[in-house]
Each structure stands twice: as C-alpha cells, then as structure tokens.
C-alpha cells in the first residue's frame, strides 16, 4: 500500500507528482471487486443490461402506478394470486 514512486516518476509531470503523492492511500483487507449497479445483486446480467437500456429508450412512465407495490410479496396468499395482482 505505497506508491510505485518509479512509475509514476514516469508517467506524471512534476506539479501532478506531487499532487498524487500528497494523497493517503488506504489499507484494506478486502480486495477490490466489481460491482454492476444496475442490478439488485450487484452482479452483471444480459437481462440488467437490456432492461436499463429499455429503460433509456422507451418511455414506460404512463404505465407505473405510485404505491408501494412491494407488499404485496409480503402477503399470506398463493403466489399465483400475488402474480395476478
């Protein structure tokens, strides 16, 4: 967790040098991992992929009913009537 001083000795002029030697670099025990946002679990799909993209191109505002849709997955009732619902 320091910097490769040779680096970017090579790669940045002098001002920028500075700048980015000035910043603190943290120490973490986990790794980096990637993260696709526009999904619930945070892993990239076709599927989250193509519905953003629907999402961008067609204008499906008119069809959204505001409420909080999400309890009727909370209820006590067979799924084929929360699918109907």
Excluded: C
Excluded at 25 to 38: G, I, M, P, Q
Excluded at 59 to 69: A, C, M
């Amino acid at each position: 967790m320091t910097w490769n001083h040779e680096l970017l000795q090579a790669i940045f002029i002098s001002h920028d040098l500075q700048i980015i030697q000035s910043m603190h670099l943290f120490s973490t025990e986990d790794d980096d991992k990637a993260v696709w946002k526009l999904s619930r679990d945070g892993k990239y799909s076709d599927k989250s992929a193509y519905y953003h993209a629907m999402e961008k191109i067609i204008d499906n505002s008119h069809y959204r009913v505001p409420n909080d849709w999400s309890l009727i997955w909370k209820l006590n009732i067979p799924l084929r009537i929360k699918l109907l619902l």
